[in-house]
């Protein structure tokens, strides 16, 4: 195989060699699947994966890891690019991964675009048991029970700690408002809401501005709103665990 122009070859070029070496059923996964469907929060590749059927072959291809599979995933076609469907490519991410919060955060943005769904990703995961399948349930755990992101997944690491706050409502419309408001969390018992402060999401642009609406607007219907950045979910998480039980405390014996 050679390239029939000069200079250095790029990703896509790669990416090509890899295809015709692997042969016609072979489609690409992993990170450089993720990055096709817009995904951001994905690692830098190693290397490029293109699953190959269990029938191929053996063959080895430069700049690429071949991975043999017992029934090859739904593929679809981006930029003339046979491609694994969003959650096989998610997980093909995920395996051997030993961070929990990339995992989150690659989950839940998934979801969160629309790409696939929590379900499809575990009838994707099926029975594995590869090294990170079980950071993935986890995170599929959180997905179900609402979380929308990792810092909000971890939120729910640290509610779950608490004899005192039992299970928010997870990014659901706010009860009583005429306006579809989703907080990250919410009490309704204690009218006590909590909103992770990224800086991703409230703090550039006229995002300052939308976050002082929204809390205005809490404010005008009774509800007390704690707000809690991503570090200190990380980095003090008995201090805010007790925040948050001291709003819920108070909002209870105001309700009740």
């Known amino acids: 195989m050679y390239a029939t122009f000069t200079g250095p070859l790029q990703t896509r070029h790669h990416i090509r060699a890899a295809l015709l070496i692997a042969g016609p059923d072979a489609a690409v996964s992993g990170a450089l699947a993720c990055h096709a469907y817009g995904l951001r929060y994905v690692p830098e590749p190693a290397a490029t ?42 997980l093909d991410v995920c395996r051997g991964m030993s961070s929990l919060r990339h995992v989150r955060a ?16 575990r009838g994707e995961l099926g029975g594995a048991r590869w090294k990170g399948s079980k950071l993935v349930r ?71 501005e939308q976050t002082e609406r929204r809390r205005a607007l809490y404010a005008a219907l009774g509800w007390t709103v704690v707000p809690i950045s991503p570090r200190r979910l990380r980095e003090e998480a008995d201090t805010v665990v007790g925040e948050i039980e001291a709003a819920v405390t108070a909002g209870r014996a105001r309700t009740g």
């Open 49 to 90: 994966v293109v699953l190959i059927p269990e029938s191929t072959r053996h063959r080895h291809a430069p700049y690429a890891r071949l991975r043999r599979v017992t029934v090859m995933p739904e593929i679809r076609e981006i930029a003339g690019i046979p491609t694994a469907c969003p959650e096989r490519a998610v």
């Open 106 to 121: 690659l989950a839940c943005e998934a979801v969160q675009r629309g790409l696939t769904t929590p379900d499809r990703l």
């Open 138 to 208: 986890r995170a599929l755990d959180d997905i179900a029970a609402g979380c929308r992101s990792a810092p909000e997944c971890e939120l729910r690491d640290v509610v779950r700690r608490s004899r005192i706050l039992g299970e928010p409502r997870w990014n659901q419309v706010l009860p009583g408002s005429k306006q579809v408001i989703r907080p990250d969390a919410c009490w309704e018992d204690a009218r006590v809401v909590v909103e992770i402060d990224s800086v991703e999401w409230h703090r550039f642009g006229d995002a300052v």
